[in-house]
């Protein structure tokens, strides 16, 4: 049970912009900074989005970040089949000591 | 470009120690302008982040591994290393090396990672007698 809370799944059509969610608390994603990351099947994660909105180079700007509160959301603007993946938010939580990850949202091109 | 290669046996029995070095190329672990995490995600399973190491030779670990971890850098070989003793099924993992920046929290003094820019491409440890 993380302490970061995303939706298990999620799904779009192509060229469709689609949000996942990731909640948290005072400790973490209220306090720190979120990061946003892909997992593609069998790779290592690769980062989409640091200190909440920012895109490290080389990732595309259909990819967007937010953060209201203690809560924050990743977008998707038009969604192609190669977004398929899992996706995951990650904050500094205090409780935790250390850096916490979501448990992932695996998003799904129909 | 930065890149990030793990390496280390991949079968482990329990009760003994598992031990994977990092070997970093194409950046210094001693510019001091990052931390080197391990960050590990059991099959079919979410990450864990495991604890990072400073140029400097820092620790931080997580608090509920911390009586078992232990991470060491060696600035000459540009390599760190992550050491988890006792392990058991548990720790059957994907294991990942990771490069982050770092900003201070509020007051100033501590040291708050979560920008894992850089990974290996991970090495499967399996604990199994």
């Known amino acids: 049970q993380s302490v970061l809370t995303q939706p298990p799944s999620a799904s779009g059509t192509p060229g469709q912009r689609v949000t996942i969610s990731c909640s948290g608390g005072?400790?973490?994603?209220?306090?720190?900074?979120v990061s946003w990351f892909q997992q593609l099947p069998g790779t290592a994660p690769k980062l989409l989005i640091y200190?909440?909105?920012q895109r490290p180079s080389g990732v595309p700007d259909r990819f967007s970040g937010s953060k209201s509160g203690t809560s924050a959301s990743l977008a998707i603007s038009g969604l192609r089949s190669e977004d398929e993946a899992d996706y995951y938010c990650a904050a500094w939580d205090d409780s935790l000591g250390g850096p916490a990850f979501g448990g992932g949202t695996k998003l799904t091109v129909l | 470009q930065v890149q990030l290669q793990e390496s280390g046996p991949g079968l482990v029995k329990p009760s003994q120690t598992l031990s994977l070095t990092c070997t970093v190329s194409g950046g210094s672990i001693s510019s001091g302008d990052h931390y080197w995490s391990w960050i590990r995600q059991p099959p079919g399973k979410g990450l864990e982040w495991i604890g990072y190491?400073?140029?400097?030779?820092?620790?931080y670990y997580k608090p509920s591994l911390k009586s078992r971890v232990s991470i060491s850098v060696d600035r000459s070989k540009n390599q760190f290393s992550l050491k988890l003793s006792s392990v058991t099924a548990a720790d059957t993992a994907v294991y990942y090396c990771a490069r982050s920046d770092y900003y201070y929290d509020r007051s100033g003094r501590y040291v708050r990672i979560s920008d894992f820019d850089y990974w290996g491409q991970g090495t499967l440890v399996t604990v199994s007698s």
């Open positions: 005072s400790s973490n994603t209220g306090t720190y900074y």
């Open positions: 200190r909440n909105n």
């Open positions: 190491i400073y140029y400097s030779g820092s620790t």
